[in-house]
């Protein structure tokens, strides 16, 4: 079946960067946009950006421009985001999820920022 | 960027109730408009995708309205596994949520 499965939780301190990866399966990974979202605890969903599988353009929320960096290896059909310079506040489940209409989703990526 | 205000923030209603959620685009947005359903400790799911076309799999009591700058999702009779919390995402420039709606058992 379609499915995206992401990477493990990760506990990082601040100031560090952490990548996440997002796997597609039962599909073309080329041929749908991966989009990126986070939920910190007991809020709301927040998107981060795209990136297109095919030609590795991206589009990032301007919150995020300078800090997160979209990418892919088609061969593995994954695709990663990497957000830098990482503060308490970044603390949050992130999320990849495929196509303009947003299905499937990952099961989403823990990441605490912490000293 | 598009803003999109959901309302209401949260609501109480019974198994059986008609609940409607709106959201506002702060421009026009055609139809570019899903909904989307959250679970506790789960990833969100699709139920409506183009402001009214109903996702494949999902019961006929959810419905999608609206175009321009106002939308509504409604349930027709509210059921015990429908207590979640529902989002709108404008998808006309770059993508955008609404603030959500929870949904709790009177």
């Known amino acids: 079946q379609v499915q995206l499965v992401q990477s493990g939780a990760e506990v990082k301190k601040p100031g560090a960067s952490v990548k996440v990866s997002c796997k597609a399966s039962?599909?073309?990974?080329?041929?749908?946009?991966i989009n990126w979202v986070r939920q910190a605890t007991g809020q709301g969903l927040e998107w981060m950006g795209w990136?297109?599988?095919?030609?590795?353009?991206?589009g990032y929320a301007q919150k995020f421009q300078g800090r997160v960096t979209m990418t892919r290896n088609t061969s593995i059909s994954t695709a990663y985001m990497e957000l830098s310079s990482l503060r308490s506040e970044d603390t949050a489940v992130y999320y990849c999820?495929?196509?303009?209409?947003?299905?499937?989703w990952g099961q989403g990526t823990l990441v605490t920022v912490s000293s | 960027d598009i803003q999109m205000t959901q309302s209401p923030s949260s609501l109480s209603a019974s198994v059986g109730d008609r609940v409607t959620i709106t959201c506002r685009a702060s421009q026009g947005i055609r139809n570019d408009l899903g909904w989307y359903q959250q679970k506790p400790g789960k990833a969100p799911k699709r139920l409506i995708y183009a402001a009214s076309s109903l996702q494949s799999g999902v019961p006929s009591r959810f419905s999608g309205s609206g175009s321009g700058t106002e939308f509504t999702l409604t349930i027709s009779s509210l059921q015990p596994e429908d207590f979640a919390t529902y989002y709108c995402l404008q998808h006309n420039s770059y993508p955008g949520f609404g603030g959500g709606t929870k949904v709790e058992i009177k």
């Open positions: 999820a495929s196509g303009y209409w947003f299905d499937p």
């Open positions: 039962g599909y073309t990974f080329t041929s749908y946009d």
């Open positions: 990136m297109n599988p095919n030609s590795g353009n991206t």
